[in-house]
């Protein structure tokens, strides 16, 4: 985007509305007191220099910490010269002096771990703001490359970065104020993102109609196991409570079992084979309670019959080390310890092995987390950090699986179905209150998906208004 912005509308307009957020930004949040801006030798440090002459403009004492300066005939050695306020030297004991420190030393552009003399200055000072992002962030991965403590704000422009989304950049970064500078649309368009914030409106999820009936709203079906049942159940109540027309559980010799549980559920003890044959059932769970040998038996006839599968648990578990045998399935839904053995250790660059994972076996890879991360094997990959530590529960995982099984069966992609289901299953997680058991967020689920019925239908309200109002 910046490259292209450079030859229309020119860096530095960029920099002089970026540079103006900041200011702003600052001002909105502290009263008027000393400031160092601590500016490196690239564009982030030329925002940095335009922030600086903003505050000082607005009557704030300023002083400026050169790191290195920046090349010369650039953008930021433009906004560096239109600084004429004070300079002193990059050291601790002047950002120890300071009451508020900007840090404009690196941005996007941040390539290694900073120097002890950065963390130095960085150590030494008592509040601060980022530029974009804290200097020792990566703005791709959100990986902390050197440790101090958190900023109060960070300003960003544009768009957020993933570093600003995931751990442990995240927590680093403070409130996170994203500014529009001006970008020109075509140079948005031309950046052609792939990594997007999960929220209503980058998926749509079908309403209730009038005319609906149980199989337009779609039929879920679930493998059982005989020894966790509670798993299965709870896996089938999320498909339930997120509006399927009808759920059913596969349960052979336990059949008797589960039809002590929930009334609404149907419950079958024909050979898998029998019901696979029914296409009205197109979406199946297999893993919630399954050991091994029960997935053996299950999930390759589901495979082989072209079912829509969402592998999970137990699935996920008999297919460790050798994720080629989730070939043919459509969703993975793994938690931390589960993709690291199926694929190995993600390292640093969560995205990256997420994506590459989707890739892989060819299917929508949700990796669970604080955070989650959601990518098809086309390389789209959504964040979703609508959530709540309320999920962090035993079972959870479970409604999950049922939510996003309702949301295949409703039609959706696999890719908009994951998405949708995780930011379900967290809206339901932030109304059930403080320490749901995992049964209480079945309640909420339902006004979770009206939510982002609603959210998603006034967000295409508002793109519509903005297309009339640009085409009058
Ligand atoms: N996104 C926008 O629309 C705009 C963003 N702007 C700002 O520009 C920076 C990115 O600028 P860039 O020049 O590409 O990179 P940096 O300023 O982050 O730094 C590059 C510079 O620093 C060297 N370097 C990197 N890491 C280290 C290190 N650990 N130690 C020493 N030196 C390091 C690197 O080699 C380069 O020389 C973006 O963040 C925004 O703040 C613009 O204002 C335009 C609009
Ligand atoms: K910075």
Same mark, same amino acid.
Request: net charge neutral.
């Given at each position: 985007?910046d490259?292209?912005a450079?030859?229309?509308?020119?860096i530095?307009?960029l920099?002089?509305r970026?540079g103006?957020?900041?200011a702003?930004?600052?001002?909105a949040?502290?009263a008027p007191?000393?400031?160092?801006?601590l500016?490196?030798p690239g564009?982030?440090?030329g925002d940095g220099?335009v922030?600086?002459r903003?505050?000082?403009r607005a009557?704030?004492p300023?002083? #400026?910490?050169?790191l290195?300066p920046p090349?010369?005939?650039?953008?930021?050695a433009e906004a560096? /010269?239109?600084f004429s306020?004070r300079? #002193?030297e990059f050291?601790a004991e002047?950002?120890?002096?300071?009451?508020?420190?900007?840090d404009a030393?690196f941005?996007?552009?941040?390539?290694?771990?900073?120097s002890?003399?950065?963390?130095?200055?960085?150590?030494a000072?008592?509040r601060?703001?980022?530029?974009d992002?804290p200097s020792?962030?990566?703005?791709?991965?959100?990986?902390?490359?050197?440790?101090r403590p958190p900023y109060e704000v960070?300003?960003?422009f544009v768009?957020?970065?993933p570093?600003? =989304?995931?751990y442990?950049?995240?927590?680093l970064?403070?409130?996170?104020?994203c500014?529009?500078?001006?970008?020109?649309?075509?140079?948005?368009?031309?950046?052609q993102p792939?990594?997007f914030?999960?929220?209503?409106g980058?998926w749509s999820?079908?309403a209730m109609?009038a005319?609906?009936?149980?199989y337009?709203?779609g039929v879920v079906? +679930?493998c059982?196991g005989? =020894?966790?049942p509670?798993?299965?159940r709870l896996?089938a109540a999320?498909?339930r /409570?997120?509006? /399927?027309?009808?759920?059913?559980?596969s349960?052979?010799v336990s /059949?008797?079992a589960?039809r002590?549980?929930?009334?609404g559920?149907?419950?079958?003890d024909a050979?898998?084979?029998? +019901?696979?044959e029914?296409?009205r059932?197109? =979406?199946w769970?297999?893993?919630?309670?399954?050991?091994p040998?029960?997935?053996?038996d299950t999930l390759?006839?589901?495979v082989?019959?072209k079912?829509?599968?969402l592998a999970?648990?137990?699935a996920?578990?008999?297919?460790?080390?050798?994720p080629?045998?989730?070939r043919?399935?459509?969703v993975?839904?793994?938690?931390?310890g589960e993709?690291?053995?199926l694929?190995?250790?993600?390292?640093?660059? +969560?995205?990256?092995a997420?994506?590459?994972?989707?890739?892989?076996?060819?299917?929508v #890879?949700?990796?669970?987390?604080? #955070?989650?991360v959601?990518a098809?094997p086309d390389?789209? =990959?959504?964040?979703?950090?609508?959530?709540?530590p309320a999920?962090a529960t035993?079972?959870?995982?479970?409604?999950l699986a049922g939510?996003?099984?309702?949301?295949?069966?409703?039609?959706?992609?696999? !890719?908009?179905?994951?998405?949708?289901?995780a !930011?379900l299953?967290?809206e339901a997680?932030?109304r059930a209150g403080n320490?749901?058991i995992?049964?209480?967020?079945d309640?909420?689920?339902g006004?979770?998906?009206?939510?982002?019925?609603d959210?998603?239908?006034r967000l295409?309200?508002?793109?519509?208004?903005l297309?009339?109002?640009?085409r009058?």
């Amino acid at each position: 985007m910046d490259e292209m912005a450079g030859r229309s509308v020119g860096i530095i307009a960029l920099m002089e509305r970026a540079g103006w957020a900041v200011a702003r930004a600052i001002r909105a949040r502290f009263a008027p007191c000393r400031v160092l801006v601590l500016c490196g030798p690239g564009n982030n440090g030329g925002d940095g220099h335009v922030a600086a002459r903003y505050l000082e403009r607005a009557g704030w004492p300023v002083q #400026v910490a050169l790191l290195a300066p920046p090349r010369e005939g650039g953008p930021a050695a433009e906004a560096a /010269a239109r600084f004429s306020g004070r300079r #002193v030297e990059f050291s601790a004991e002047n950002a120890a002096r300071a009451d508020l420190v900007v840090d404009a030393i690196f941005g996007a552009g941040l390539d290694r771990a900073p120097s002890d003399t950065v963390m130095a200055v960085l150590r030494a000072s008592r509040r601060l703001v980022a530029v974009d992002l804290p200097s020792f962030v990566n703005g791709l991965t959100g990986a902390v490359l050197a440790e101090r403590p958190p900023y109060e704000v960070s300003v960003t422009f544009v768009r957020p970065k993933p570093g600003h =989304v995931l751990y442990p950049g995240r927590t680093l970064c403070g409130e996170v104020v994203c500014a529009d500078i001006g970008m020109p649309s075509d140079c948005i368009a031309h950046a052609q993102p792939r990594i997007f914030l999960n929220r209503p409106g980058l998926w749509s999820i079908p309403a209730m109609t009038a005319q609906d009936h149980k199989y337009s709203r779609g039929v879920v079906s +679930l493998c059982a196991g005989r =020894v966790m049942p509670g798993a299965t159940r709870l896996a089938a109540a999320g498909a339930r /409570a997120s509006g /399927a027309g009808l759920v059913r559980i596969s349960a052979g010799v336990s /059949a008797e079992a589960y039809r002590l549980g929930a009334p609404g559920l149907v419950i079958d003890d024909a050979p898998l084979e029998a +019901l696979l044959e029914d296409t009205r059932r197109n =979406v199946w769970l297999c893993g919630p309670g399954l050991t091994p040998d029960e997935v053996e038996d299950t999930l390759p006839l589901l495979v082989a019959s072209k079912k829509c599968v969402l592998a999970d648990a137990g699935a996920l578990g008999w297919a460790a080390g050798a994720p080629e045998k989730l070939r043919g399935v459509s969703v993975i839904t793994p938690h931390i310890g589960e993709f690291t053995r199926l694929f190995g250790a993600p390292g640093d660059d +969560l995205v990256c092995a997420v994506r590459s994972a989707a890739g892989r076996i060819g299917a929508v #890879v949700l990796l669970k987390g604080a #955070v989650s991360v959601i990518a098809a094997p086309d390389g789209r =990959v959504a964040l979703n950090d609508h959530a709540s530590p309320a999920l962090a529960t035993a079972g959870s995982g479970d409604t999950l699986a049922g939510v996003i099984g309702t949301l295949l069966a409703a039609g959706m992609p696999h !890719w908009d179905a994951a998405c949708a289901g995780a !930011w379900l299953h967290g809206e339901a997680g932030l109304r059930a209150g403080n320490w749901p058991i995992v049964e209480a967020l079945d309640a909420h689920l339902g006004d979770a998906r009206a939510e982002a019925i609603d959210q998603a239908r006034r967000l295409s309200c508002e793109t519509d208004n903005l297309a009339v109002k640009r085409r009058a």
